[in-house]
């Protein structure tokens, strides 16, 4: 069998699952959806957004990519963010980057070529300008998890300077934005910080 038939198979079961468990799961998926949360996480396939925090269909908005980046000049995680403000009116935005992450590691040991390089070049100056802190530390291990936790900060407050969050702060709206980082090797996330809605980022 090939690999990947599993995967239909494995989808065959899980509708059954839901259908054992309420008989109108996917009617109820038609009528549109209402989630509270964006998650903004890494593509790694050992982050899975809805497994890691126990959430069902219709309760995460999710965007992915390589080392969780939130960059102005990326239309598409602006989209997502712009329909999950305005659209859908999330309450909680939620940046989430991982120890052991593939494309943090690759920025702070290479020199980037290609469009991979390009999307890491924003963690490369992040790796430049907190040298001195991250040279402070004892090991690389140690220097590895500031790094994925440095990334999250900036691109946590990368979210916040974004149009979209500054007009809805403005008008008094949400949402809260929090800072977490998932550790792959106990399976917990962390909370490492939060920026309610309306903080003032020049004291952040
Ligand atoms: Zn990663």
């Known amino acids: 069998m090939d690999s990947y038939v599993k995967l239909l198979l494995s989808n065959e079961a899980w509708v059954k699952e839901k259908l054992d468990l309420r008989k109108d799961f996917f009617q109820s998926a038609v009528s549109g959806?209402?989630?509270?949360?964006?998650?903004?996480?890494?593509?790694?396939?050992?982050?899975?957004?809805?497994?890691?925090?126990?959430?069902?269909?219709?309760?995460?908005?999710?965007?992915?990519?390589?080392?969780?980046?939130?960059?102005?000049?990326?239309?598409?995680?602006?989209?997502?963010?712009?329909?999950?403000?305005?659209?859908?009116q999330v309450q909680h935005v939620i940046v989430c980057g991982h120890y052991h992450c593939g494309g943090v590691q690759h920025a702070m040991q290479h020199e980037g070529s290609g469009v991979l390089g390009q999307?890491?070049?924003?963690?490369?100056?992040?790796?430049?300008?907190?040298?001195?802190?991250?040279?402070?530390?004892?090991?690389?291990?140690?220097?590895?998890?500031?790094?994925?936790?440095?990334?999250?900060?900036?691109?946590?407050?990368?979210?916040?300077?974004?149009?979209?969050?500054?007009?809805?702060?403005?008008?008094?709206?949400?949402?809260?934005?929090?800072?977490?980082v998932y550790d792959l090797r106990i399976g917990k996330l962390k909370e490492l910080e939060t920026l309610q809605a309306g903080t003032d980022l020049s004291t952040h």
């Open 33 to 88: 959806q209402k989630p509270e949360f964006l998650w903004i996480g890494c593509s790694d396939s050992r982050v899975p957004a809805e497994d890691v925090t126990g959430s069902e269909p219709g309760e995460l908005f999710v965007h992915r990519n390589i080392a969780n980046q939130v960059s102005e000049s990326d239309l598409s995680v602006l989209s997502v963010l712009q329909y999950a403000v305005e659209a859908l």
């Open 119 to 180: 999307w890491l070049a924003q963690l490369k100056a992040i790796h430049r300008s907190h040298a001195d802190e991250l040279n402070r530390l004892a090991d690389g291990a140690l220097r590895f998890d500031r790094m994925v936790e440095l990334n999250v900060a900036v691109q946590l407050r990368n979210v916040a300077r974004t149009a979209v969050v500054r007009k809805a702060w403005a008008e008094g709206r949400g949402p809260h934005l929090h800072g977490w």
